[in-house]
């Protein structure tokens, strides 16, 4: 007998639980190609499989089913839901770089979750505005020179405008008692003023992360505070309280089993005891990344780690080694720079082709726009306009999945809502995405390769720069864990 739409889905619900997102994908599309009559039901698949699809990596197809959700919750006048989907949107966004569309979309859920007095919404936006601008700050550091904490203006603006939002986000889950979000906030408030230079700051932040970790028996999460404290202590100066932590991190990535954090943290303890002079040490751990990022192929870590062993050897004197990893380092380099030329001349016949077209008529044919970094939200634009436009009657024909039945076509040749988008928010987005048009006209420069194995924030290049200053001068004493640690918080916070 074939299963309905609402069957396959919640097996595909089921399998994404389970981890299995592969697997839930192809039951909820499968589901969509039954179809059903019942427009609650759809919503809810098209959300599950935009969320599936962003946990797969396939972000085209996760923006293409929160349009779907947006359009649907729009029509049957479900502003939670149209909230949501629009959340759902400005995270994906986000990860596209597509930062101030992604903060417009992240507003209107904000908007919608205040209005509604939905309290755990408006804290969920509140995180993803602050970690809209969080990862838009970061990305304006890549390739800066600056010294920690000494930022462009309009870096610190974006980083101190993310901490703004994960305090607000943090006064509001403290108020719903929501102690799992509050280790989240706590965490992205040290990441930030990390970021910032504010290493005070930050470790506070990372030691109540940790502790709420702790609490919950989260081991990634504990991991992850382990290693911002240890970033975060470098930057004062703590080189053997850094390495503790580092230390604990290690420990914690082996009991998870997670090989790319086991090697990020062999890096981290390799250049950590490099600076305590301590360098048989610092060739252990080297070596130790080095065999991991030839395990994982992360050809650029390699490269990395044979750049640490020849400087180490020098260290140590041992000049017949430190030539031998110097001339693989070289190899390596050259090898990656080639791959890397080709991929930027590729990229920059794909960008060509993008030109011409966005260099079209504003609002021309939308089928005509095929880039992939314009396409999605250029038709939300356009299909929120044309619905107010012609007579402000909603058009859902092109839904997948949707079947219209006598049952149903009420709610979808109706009036529009009265709390249609105002034209404040659709001016936004046309205003967002004529900007990143132009930004588009000509490519960004690359940031070079990644490397799995080496953390995001690669802290020795700026420890370098650091070193000359005479970090000795700018040490600075902490007090103990237990004179700052979670315990004397003033918000009185228990689980």
Known sequence: MEASCLELALEGERLCKAGDFKGGTAFFEASVQVGTEDLK???????????????????????EYHRHDLT?????????????????????LKVLGRFDEAAVCCQRHL???????????????????????????????????????????????????????????????????????????????????YLLGNFVEAIKFHRQRLSIAKEFGDKAAERRAYSNLGNALIFLGQFNTATEYYRKTLQLSRQLKDQ???????????????LLQQYERAIDYHLKHLLIAQELTDRVGEGRACWSLGNAYVSLGNHRQALHYARKHLDISREVTT????????????????????????????????????????????????????????????????????????????????????????????????????????????????????????????????????????????????QDGPDSDPSGDSS
């Open 260 to 274: 790319v954090m086991e090697a990020q943290a062999c890096y981290s303890l390799g250049n950590t005891y490099t």
């Open 72 to 92: 649907l919750a729009r029509t049957i006048g479900d502003r939670i839901g149209e909230g949501k989907a629009s959340g759902n949107l400005g995270n994906t």
């Open 111 to 193: 908007d919608i979750s205040q209005e509604q007095g939905d309290k755990v919404g408006e804290a969920r936006a509140l995180y993803n505005i602050g970690n809209v601008f969080h990862a838009k700050g970061k990305q304006q550091l890549w390739g800066c020179t600056q010294d920690p904490g000494d930022l462009p203006p309009d870096v610190r603006d974006t980083l101190q405008r993310a901490t703004g939002f994960y305090e607000l986000n943090l006064c509001l889950v403290k108020e719903l008692g929501d102690r799992a979000a509050q280790g989240r906030a706590f965490g992205n408030l040290g990441n930030t003023h």
């Open 41 to 63: 039901t759809l919503s809810a698949i098209y959300s599950q499989l935009g969320n599936a699809y962003f946990y797969l990596k396939e972000y085209g197809k996760a923006l």
């Open 339 to 482: 791959v890397n030329f080709q991929t930027n001349i590729n990229s920059a016949k794909k960008e060509t082709s993008i030109v011409n077209i966005i260099q079209l008529p504003f609002l021309s044919d939308p089928a005509l726009i095929t880039s992939p970094q314009t396409e999605e939200l250029f038709d939300l634009i356009v299909s929120s306009q044309s619905r107010r436009l012609d007579d402000q009657r909603v058009s859902v024909s092109n839904l997948p999945g949707l079947r219209i039945t006598h049952n149903n076509l009420g709610h979808l040749c109706v009036d529009t809502d009265p709390q249609e988008p105002s034209d404040d928010f659709f001016n936004m987005l046309i205003k967002c995405q004529s900007s990143r048009i132009d930004d588009q006209r000509c490519s960004p420069p690359e940031g070079g390769p990644r490397a799995p194995t080496v953390p995001d924030e690669d802290f020795f290049s700026l420890i370098q720069r650091a070193q000359a200053k005479r970090m000795d001068e700018q040490r600075v004493h902490l007090p103990s864990e237990e």
